[in-house]
C-alpha cells in the first residue's frame, strides 16, 4: 500500500519560512518522480515544483528563488523548503508520486500565511 505523509505545515507571517516533509511508503522510491502541488482556497489544483529521478527540477512561475524543492532518497522523502512566504501561498500542499504507471498523493498539509 502506497503512502505519502506530509508534514511541516502551519501558521506564518509574510516573509517567514516553513519547511515541508513528504515521506513515502509502498514505492520504489529512487525511481519516482515526485513534486508538491497546491490548491489554494476555491481554486484549481496547481503544479509548485517537481523533482525527477536524477535530481532535476522545475518550479512555477510563482514560487521561483523562493521555494527549493530537494529529495533524500535514503530517506524517502522529499522536502519543500519555502522562503519570503506571501499571502498568496496559502493553500493546501500536497505531494505526488509518479513512477511512470501511477500517481499517488498525500493527504495534504494546510500553509497558511498572513499579511
Known amino acids: 500500500q502506497v503512502q505519502l505523509v506530509e508534514s511541516g505545515g502551519g501558521s506564518v507571517q509574510a516573509g517567514g519560512s516553513l519547511r515541508l516533509s513528504c515521506v513515502a511508503s509502498?514505492?520504489?522510491?529512487?525511481?519516482?518522480?515526485m513534486g508538491w502541488y497546491r490548491q489554494p482556497p476555491g481554486k484549481q489544483r496547481e503544479v509548485v515544483a517537481t523533482?525527477?529521478?536524477?535530481?532535476?527540477?522545475n518550479y512555477a512561475d510563482a514560487v521561483k528563488g523562493r521555494f527549493a524543492i530537494s529529495r533524500d532518497n535514503a530517506k524517502n522523502t522529499v522536502y519543500l523548503q519555502m522562503n519570503d512566504l506571501k499571502p498568496e501561498d496559502t493553500a493546501v500542499y500536497s505531494c505526488?508520486?509518479?513512477?511512470?504507471?501511477?500517481?499517488?498523493w498525500g493527504q495534504g498539509t494546510q500553509v497558511t500565511v498572513s499579511s
Open positions: 523533482i525527477t529521478t536524477a535530481g532535476s527540477t
Open positions: 509502498g514505492i520504489i522510491f529512487a525511481m519516482s518522480r
Open positions: 505526488n508520486a509518479y513512477n511512470f504507471i501511477d500517481n499517488y
